[in-house]
């Protein structure tokens, strides 16, 4: 009986990672630092054990119908999915960070703030991404890239700091920058 579920786990994990394989060759992974192919390339080992536990532990010769499909071909390390679509959202994504007000806040405010209280809050390294993603795009960096496609996380990001440095009171004696100036001047006009 142990051997017959372990018959049945050995097939639905097998069929999972045929329908992942089929899934990253399509669609690609959100993997931040690997490209799709090395991805493939290893839910490929994935499927070839399952496959040999499968044969080793059948000996009646019957064979499910998942053994039967081939295993997917070795992928070059550098393949990735979608290489167009990454590219064009990574366009859409940086022009939205350039619209967007809380971050050019944070830009702004980064000049005038205690670099501790920006280390603390992550301020720099928020503001960081634009610049990043700038880089990724002229360097045609699709790994990079990819993990801009979703702007919703960022946008998040910039508001929650935004709002973070608005709550920033000055220490006592502190020197104000003309942009401290305006930026007083501009919210008593409200």
């Not at 703030?113 to 991404?129: M, S």
């Not at 880089?135 to 045609?140: L, N, P, T």
Request: glycine letters at 2%; hydrophobic letters at 35%; one cysteine or more.
């Amino acid at each position: 009986m142990a051997r017959k579920n372990n018959n049945e786990d050995y097939v639905a994990s097998l069929q999972e990672r045929f329908d992942r394989w089929d899934n990253v060759y399509e669609n690609g992974c959100r993997d931040p630092f690997w490209t799709d192919g090395v991805n493939l390339n290893l839910i490929r080992q994935h499927i070839i054990f399952y496959k040999s536990e499968l044969e080793k532990s059948i000996t009646d010769g019957e064979y499910p119908e998942i053994c039967k499909r081939d295993v997917p071909p070795e992928m070059d390390a550098n393949y990735i999915a979608r290489q167009d679509e990454i590219r064009e959202n990574a366009r859409k994504t940086l022009s939205a960070f350039d619209e967007n007000s809380d971050l050019k806040f944070i830009k702004r405010k980064i000049m005038s703030v205690d670099d501790k209280f920006l280390e603390q809050i992550g301020a720099k390294a928020v503001a960081a991404n634009e610049e990043g993603l700038k880089k990724a795009i002229d360097s045609d960096d699709l790994i990079a890239m990819r993990r801009y496609e979703h702007s919703d996380y960022y946008t998040e990001a910039f508001k929650e700091c935004a709002n973070k440095l608005r709550a920033y009171s000055m220490p006592e004696n502190s020197q104000i920058t003309l942009y401290d100036v305006q930026e007083t001047e501009f919210n008593m006009s409200m």
